[in-house]
């Protein structure tokens, strides 16, 4: 195998990704641009919803084979899971297994499970990227117990498991009892270099003055990012700082939070409630200056899975750290080991132990901010960008397929 050219011509790979989210996820899309950059074949399986940006790269897209159960759990889980063969879930099945591919990629929990279904009947190599780790002692229902059973025994069976970090990495391979061995490490992060020439984005979208400092909270806006007691902090932030609250989806139940924006926080909170597209989000967050990144463990919810020990948890699977990184905005995070520990290098901006501490991290960033945003620019630098990771990354892919064929070059 020579090491010039397109290491992955003519390679078949199917990823299989049951989530909708696909534009809001840099990492993942700096994965399959690397890949198609190498020759490679793609096919995305994936989700669709309305309320979430138009996939569009290069792949090809198929809809996720997803199973139909005949019960979720709850009456709107099992109305929403049979409504999958109406949004193409039998089309994609039949699409996946009537083709040859020479990698298989599972994303998740649904996805590891239907992708290793696949590996096994064709005998090809099998990746578990994982960016949700489900911990099973904190499921409650029944079938996400049982689908925890199977993602275990799935990813058991991967030649490959990437996640994002060294913390994650051991969370998982605990919970699942996975080699160390069988992991490689790949921060959720775009690509391309340190970028922090400001834009007035922001300011011109909703008529913003030029000596406003914008603290900007990207992605869900719920109550497992503390919405409600973000926005109870704005009547105590300095006086020329304003929050703008941009979420990833087409965001409709705002409405819940107007009593709270009254009296002396009127005025402090900007709603942007459209996702966009990557390279105009990009322009966004570049008129910004502080980014947050916020999180509490919730439980019982219809998405607590998500949200107990794998948010608090979330490390350098958090696209939008790693997007306020590259574009040098100082970052406020709350409760996060990984973020803490990377402060005692990088300087970047602050981790707080309570939400009331918000006002007070904000005024400490201002006052040094030239530092803390190069900072940031330099962890980006340093330690996320995907292009840091990817060589390693490509080295591990290319000898999969390479055994997958017999030891033959891609």
């Known amino acids: ?42 096919c995305l399986y994936m989700t669709r919803k309305g309320r979430y940006p138009y996939a569009a790269g290069p792949f ?19 109305l929403a899971n049979w409504a999958k063969p109406l ?31 696949y590996a096994r009947l064709f005998g090809v190599p099998l990746l578990y990227l994982s960016y949700e780790i489900f911990f099973r002692k904190e499921l409650i229902s029944p079938v996400d117990i049982r689908e925890k059973d199977r993602e275990i025994e799935a990813s058991r069976r991967a030649d490959l498991v990437v996640i994002q970090d060294e913390e994650r990495a051991a969370l998982l391979a605990k919970e699942n009892s996975l080699s160390d061995s069988r992991f490689a490490l790949l921060p959720v992060s775009p690509g391309g270099e340190a970028d922090g020439g400001r834009t007035d984005w922001l300011n011109r979208r ?68 459209k996702p966009l597209p990557t390279d105009e989000y990009g322009l966004m967050l570049r008129s910004a200056h502080i980014g947050l990144v916020l999180y509490k463990k919730t439980t019982g919810g219809r998405y607590s899975k998500y949200q107990g020990e794998n948010i608090m948890n979330i490390g350098l699977s958090s696209g939008k750290f790693a997007s306020y990184m590259k574009y040098g905005l100082p970052t406020v995070s709350l409760g996060q080991r990984t973020y803490r520990r990377l402060l005692g290098e990088y300087r970047f901006g602050c981790d ?59």
């Not at 297994?97 to 649904?110: A, I, P, Y």
């Not at 919405?227 to 704005?234: G, I, Q, V, W």
């Not at 007070?360 to 330099?378: N, T, V």
């Open 1 to 42: 195998m020579n090491g010039s050219g397109k290491r992955l011509k003519g390679c078949r790979i199917a990823l299989l990704y049951p989530h909708a989210d696909l534009q809001t996820n840099p990492g993942l899309l700096a994965l399959l641009y690397a890949l198609a950059g190498e020759g490679a074949h793609l």
């Open 60 to 78: 090809e897209i198929r809809p996720f084979p997803g199973e139909i159960r005949l019960w979720s759990g709850s009456l709107a889980e099992t």
């Open 87 to 117: 949004q193409g879930s039998l089309r994609g099945r039949r699409n996946l297994f009537s083709r040859r591919f020479d990698l298989v990629v599972g994303v998740n929990s649904e996805g590891i499970i239907a992708a290793e279904r």
């Open 206 to 273: 909703f008529g913003i003055r030029e000596d406003i400092k914008i603290v900007i909270h990207a992605g869900s806006f719920e109550d497992w990012t503390c919405a409600r007691e973000l926005l109870e902090t704005t009547g105590d932030w300095p006086e020329n700082a304003l929050l703008v609250v941009h979420t990833r989806y087409e965001a409709k139940n705002m409405h819940r939070y107007e009593d709270i924006l009254k009296g002396n926080r009127a005025g402090r909170v900007i709603f942007s409630l």
């Open 352 to 410: 707080i132990d309570t939400i009331g501490e918000i006002p007070d991290a904000i005024g400490r960033i201002l006052a040094s901010y030239d530092l803390h945003s190069r900072e940031a620019k330099r962890l980006f630098a340093e330690r996320l960008r995907f292009d840091l990771h990817w060589p390693r990354l490509r080295e591990k892919i290319v000898g999969l397929i390479r055994q997958g064929q017999g030891g033959h070059d891609p």
